[in-house]
């Protein structure tokens, strides 16, 4: 699955507003909703929060993965949020997430949703990356880091 | 019509009633191979024995003698070259494409050995033994030269691959040196032919027509197995839109026919094609599902082919050549065992593994006939000659199954310790369990979670718990030892393997707080085996 069949400039958010992980979560999903990506926002949050309840997606240097497989979807979708000052998202080093990827991939499906999640996360491996996208401006410039 | 078809109908019925009770007594009560089995099911049921005899209710022999070279009707022998090309695609597909580029090169040396040494020593013998062959130019002497050479890749491949020894050092050496000596024995047998056709055409050689020839044999052999080894991965992602590996079985073993087809255009033996097919498909990610759907039709029709090869013997005429078949053998067979086994000694292999690989090389199969009936048809060797190439064939492949087997017993038989066809960059993942079962519910959960991602898994080692996982040319492996799960990964596919497992561990997390929230199990047993005994006398 290509980063850049997934990605659009209408997915990405340079100023998340959110002050707690159920906010973010929701603010990302209204990104999703708005872009005809899932079909039931209730369904789909239930299940991301479910997903959060086993274990925190967030993971180190300000970096979190919020997904779930959920029937509120047909297909996988993704989005990517920035939150400018961080906020706590009881990740595994203890450290505020500043930039979330979510992705939410249907029930029963085959397909490589876990490979894209893999891959988009690769792409932020090195702290330069990471840099790149707390610097952007625009929704532009964040796609330009995973090159597109 | 109606009356072949019936016949052919029982013929198949008896081949396969046969076959199968005689190879299972063979491999099992006689601990020798199946294929041994099959071959000699075929002399008995076949023409020059019980298959002769006159059955009033067919109105003659249930395998009656036809005219030509083969003794078999051609109904019958379309379905052995069926199974002669479904064994060397299914051989192909066995066949680990990296280990058999690394062997080539041996594989080459190997083979190239085996053929001087057994032309030369069947070419030689054939003039000192016959006082009607003058020189080693003659037709007859060059005919039993190269009928000597050619290796039946088809016995040492089945019984490789039922010891699963396939791919080890000396049997992909075996594999390739046996390919190249059959694409060679078919170049020689255009040389042949066509120095036979100038000496009793009494017009010199037409070396540059020979040259021609060659070239188109070798040609196609190293066209189609570059852009087979290309093409193949190509195929098999987009035939994935079909979302049906059936389908994409059928489609591989469909081209497997059309290459063993076009293969025989090119004066090639069709089971050239058919081994190349094969082995363009095993590099693919769905090279364990072909091989899979391929079983049944293999099991079927393998057991065919070699029942109807031991129906080739014809006792009658290897007695009247008897002695001078005899020697004739016995050198073709040394010939291979030290024209193979010595190149193979200064090709990196020890002793054990020189002997194993000229053993190997040793049964002589359908190339041998084809080889006899173009000799025989074009007048160049007689019947009693041809008596001779099956009595080699007949030797060779019931002598070398007992001694390939044997052979291939004890540790390695490659010098070089460094063997390894692994990746050497791949990262090591280690989760430890409490228990086999914790550890064995999450290896399955694994397997589920990354044929969901539209990985292939499939099991690599019968007897240890090692499972390949592979998309595309993506390759992990994944192990499990007791209440430990290994999984090795190249790094650039360290952090897909890590969220995996991560994602597996919470299911895990989650069916154990699912079994904490079950009713008792001992109150589930007890429910369980109330009412079963009851007060009442029935």
Wanted: net charge neutral; proline share 3%; glycine share 10%.
């Amino acid at each position: 699955m290509k980063i850049k069949n997934l990605l659009t400039e209408q997915l990405i958010s340079v100023d998340l507003q959110g002050s707690s992980k159920e906010e973010i979560i929701g603010e990302m999903l209204n990104i999703l909703l708005k872009a005809g990506k899932v079909a039931d926002r209730d369904l789909a949050y239930a299940d991301l929060l479910s997903r959060e309840k086993k274990m925190s997606t967030g993971m180190q240097y300000g970096v979190a993965i919020p997904h779930a497989k959920t029937l509120a979807v047909a297909e996988l979708t993704a989005c990517i949020g920035i939150h400018r000052k961080g906020i706590d998202f009881d990740s595994l080093d203890g450290q505020p997430a500043n930039i979330f990827i979510m992705t939410l991939s249907p029930v029963d499906r085959t397909g490589p949703h876990v490979q894209f999640l893999a891959e988009i996360s690769m792409v932020l491996k090195s702290r330069a990356a990471r840099l790149k996208v707390l610097e952007s401006v625009s929704a532009a410039e964040v796609l330009a880091v995973f090159g597109i | 019509m109606a009356h072949e078809m019936m016949v052919l109908v029982l013929q198949l019925g008896i081949i396969v009633l046969f076959s199968r009770f005689f190879g299972w007594f063979f491999a099992n009560v006689l601990k020798q191979s199946q294929v041994l089995g099959e071959l000699i099911s075929g002399m008995v049921i076949g023409p020059y024995l019980l298959g002769g005899i006159h059955l009033s209710v067919i109105h003659g022999p249930l395998f009656p003698l036809t005219g030509g070279t083969i003794p078999i009707s051609p109904e019958l022998y379309g379905f052995a070259v069926l199974g002669s090309i479904v064994l060397l695609f299914v051989s192909g597909l066995e066949t680990d494409l990296p280990t058999f580029i690394k062997f080539s090169g041996k594989g080459t040396i190997v083979g190239l050995g085996g053929i001087v040494i057994t032309f030369l020593l069947g070419n030689g013998i054939a003039v000192l033994l016959n006082p009607g062959i003058p020189n080693m130019l003659h037709p007859s002497a060059l005919f039993l030269g190269t009928l000597s050479t050619a290796t039946s890749v088809g016995i040492t491949a089945r019984i490789l691959s039922d010891k699963r020894k396939l791919s080890s050092p000396e049997g992909v050496t075996i594999l390739a040196a046996a390919v190249i000596d059959d694409v060679l024995s078919i170049v020689l047998l255009s040389i042949v032919i066509g120095m036979s056709a100038a000496a009793s055409g009494g017009v010199g050689i037409v070396w540059g027509k020979i040259g021609i020839v060659a070239l188109k044999a070798i040609g196609f052999w190293l066209i189609c197995t570059i852009v087979g080894i290309i093409l193949a991965p190509v195929f098999t992602r987009k035939m994935k839109v079909f979302e049906s590996i059936d389908m994409i079985a059928g489609v591989s073993l469909g081209i497997a026919l059309i290459l063993a087809g076009v293969s025989e255009m090119f004066e090639l033996a069709m089971i050239i094609g058919a081994y190349i097919a094969g082995l363009s498909f095993s590099r693919t990610d769905v090279a364990h599902e072909i091989h899979e759907r391929t079983q049944g039709l293999y099991n079927f029709l393998v057991p065919i082919f070699f029942s109807a090869m031991g129906m080739m013997v014809n006792f009658g005429a290897i007695k009247e050549v008897f002695w001078f078949g005899l020697a004739f053998t016995l050198l073709g067979i040394l010939g291979k065992i030290f024209g193979c086994g010595l190149p193979a000694l200064f090709a990196g292999f020890n002793l054990r593994g020189a002997y194993r690989i000229g053993v190997g090389m040793m049964p002589r199969g359908e190339v041998t006939l084809i080889v006899a009936g173009i000799g025989l048809s074009s007048g160049a060797i007689g019947q009693d000659m041809f008596g001779v190439a099956i009595m080699t064939m007949l030797v060779a492949s019931i002598a070398a199954p007992p001694l390939i087997i044997k052979s291939f017993e004890g540790g390695s038989g490659y010098r070089s310790k460094a063997l390894d066809t692994g990746d050497a960059r791949s990262h090591a993942i280690e989760l430890q369990f409490p228990n086999f079962r914790a550890a064995e519910f999450m290896r399955r959960s694994l397997a589920d979670g990354f044929r969901e991602e539209g990985f292939f898994v499939h099991r690599l080692d019968h007897d240890r718990l090692v499972y390949q996982v592979r998309q595309n040319m993506i390759v992990f492996t994944l192990l499990q030892e007791q209440d430990k799960l290994i999984l090795n990964t190249p790094p650039e596919h360290e952090s897909f393997v890590r969220l995996m497992m991560m994602e597996k561990l919470l299911e895990l997390k989650d069916f154990l707080s699912g079994l904490e929230s079950m009713k008792s199990p001992d109150m589930m047993g007890a429910e369980l085996m109330k009412g079963m005994f009851s007060l009442d006398a029935d």
